[in-house]
């Protein structure tokens, strides 16, 4: 119980910008009167991806300050606040304020949990739980593109009531958690570590790291966010089944995810190989599709790569991390990945604005995966390339 109520809070993160996709053209509709709305109201969902990455250093060394899991606990509370607040709220202008504060919750309630599954657990359970994270952020997507598409026929609002969520997640964290001690994870903490020096931080591994996480998350968070654009230009114009398809596909996250957990020793290069080979052929077939059936296909094969992916860089970020500096390593690979769902509209809106329009992002995209794919290719034909969750941990590969 320890594990699950830890894993149920990384769904936040998901349902802070999935939940709300099925509505965005209520959204656009409801705030066409205001200047830029086109441009305003889908920040609506992707600001909190923002604070996120710029929060994440910040809460990472909160964390390894002033402790886990007392700002966990204030953290979910005010998720829960901000989070239904857009329900009460009329303003555009308040409503996306109120989203900067779901970002920085979910910073804090993202580099905890990880933080804390890392306190609590070692070796081969360590990376289990660490792969589970993903596995439960992803199936929660499934969950939360239907729950918003159906909440959605009910007006934009509806959606937003589901943020309260997080108070039985609270509920959890209260019960089945306890403050880790530096010492003994098992024991309760005495008192804040108060950790701060970066003295022995291991800079050069985390950088390569986080470059391509930055990478791979903005291939990653494209199907999540703009295959239902993609199902629309294709036909599909009721919310509920947009959100049921774009759920369907996406069921290749999870079944990547299990995969992992039974190739997840494999050196790190081999492993990025065919997660960005599988991208790459998401993208291309997404990118040709002239109706449903192809391009849910290639959505399908895109989520199964991203889901071997999205563990293999986590897992690899958190291998062989001491306590002191945990936190904030969380902390920056946390910021690295949000930065990559942040970047990632802009990214596929530029794409169309030079391919002709979102089908030609998406070939474009396989383009970008390719590339990813021949530089895992250079990596693994060097030597020294790194076992996810064995010993080795040095950058090659």
Known sequence: MTGLSLLIPITLSTMAIVLLAPILPGLL???????????????????????????????????????????????????????IAPVFLTDLTAIIISRIGVGVAEALIMVLTTTMIGDYF????????????????????????????QLGRFGWRAPFWVYGSALVMLALVLIFTWE??????????????????????????????IAITIYGSVLFYTVQIQAGR?????????????????????????????????????????????????????FLLMGRAGSTTPFLIGCFINQLGAGVLLPTLLVWAMDGLPFDI?????????????????????????????????????????????????GALVGALRKGAVLVGGEKVALHG
């Open 326 to 374: 945990r936190a904030r390593a969380a902390g920056l690979w946390t910021g690295a990945f949000s930065i990559g769902q942040f970047l990632c509209p802009v990214v596929v809106t530029l794409g169309s604005s030079h391919a002709g329009g979102l089908m030609g992002a998406f070939s474009l995209l396989s383009g970008a995966a390719l590339v990813g794919a021949i």
């Open 180 to 209: 880790p001690s530096e010492a003994d994870a098992e024991e309760e903490a005495d008192h804040a570590p108060h950790h701060g020096a970066w003295g022995g931080f291991p800079w050069s591994r985390m950088a390569g790291i």
């Open 29 to 83: 509709n409801e705030f066409s009167r205001i200047p830029a709305h086109e441009y305003w109201v889908p920040m609506i969902l992707t600001v909190p991806a923002l604070c996120v990455a710029l929060f994440s250093p910040v809460a990472g060394m909160l964390g390894d300050w002033f402790g886990r899991r007392r700002l966990l606990i204030w953290a979910l509370v005010a998720y829960a606040a901000v989070g």
């Open 230 to 282: 993609g199902i629309a230009l294709l036909g599909v114009s009721d919310p509920g089944r947009i959100g049921f398809l774009t759920s369907v596909a996406s069921i290749g996250v999870p079944i990547g995810t299990f995969i992992y957990s039974r190739i997840g020793r494999m050196r790190v290069a081999h492993l990025l190989l065919g997660e960005f080979a599988f991208l790459t052929v998401g």
């Open 122 to 149: 070692k070796g081969a359970a360590r990376d289990k739980w660490l792969a589970g994270q993903t596995a439960f952020a992803s199936m929660s997507a499934l969950l939360f593109f239907n729950i918003g598409g």
